[in-house]
């Protein structure tokens, strides 16, 4: 069975190295993390994700700026996309799950949208 592969786009370092060890322990994912909004879409499109992570407020950009990039690009447009924030900000047509969250609750959600 192939690697799941996730990006999770968190400007905090340690949640994003502690959510990203989580997952990789409890699933066959692969996980990789930027902490700059701003080079989310170039990492997207070399690494080829199956799901993305995405916080809302980070610096420079926000997760709804990056969620329209990814849309924007013909190769990215169908990858689904949740929303992991402690300010939930309504984004029509995407999960949001609230930190704190659960890892469960975060694994349930990407293996939901893995199936759709």
Avoid: W
Wanted: aromatic share 4%; proline share 7%.
């Amino acid at each position: 069975m192939e690697n799941k592969r996730i990006l999770y786009v968190e400007d905090d370092r340690d949640v994003a190295r502690l959510t990203k060890l989580m997952l990789e322990r409890k699933r066959p994912y692969e996980v990789r993390v930027e902490s700059d909004p701003a080079k989310a879409l170039g990492v997207a499109q070399a690494f080829r994700p199956d799901v993305v992570l995405l916080d809302m407020i980070m610096p420079g950009m926000d997760g709804g700026d990056v969620a329209r990039q990814l849309r924007d690009d013909a190769e990215l447009k169908n990858v689904p996309i949740i929303f992991i924030t402690a300010v939930a900000k309504p984004m029509a047509g995407f999960p949001i799950l609230s930190k704190p969250v659960a890892i469960e609750e975060v694994i349930a959600c990407i293996e939901r949208h893995l199936a759709a």
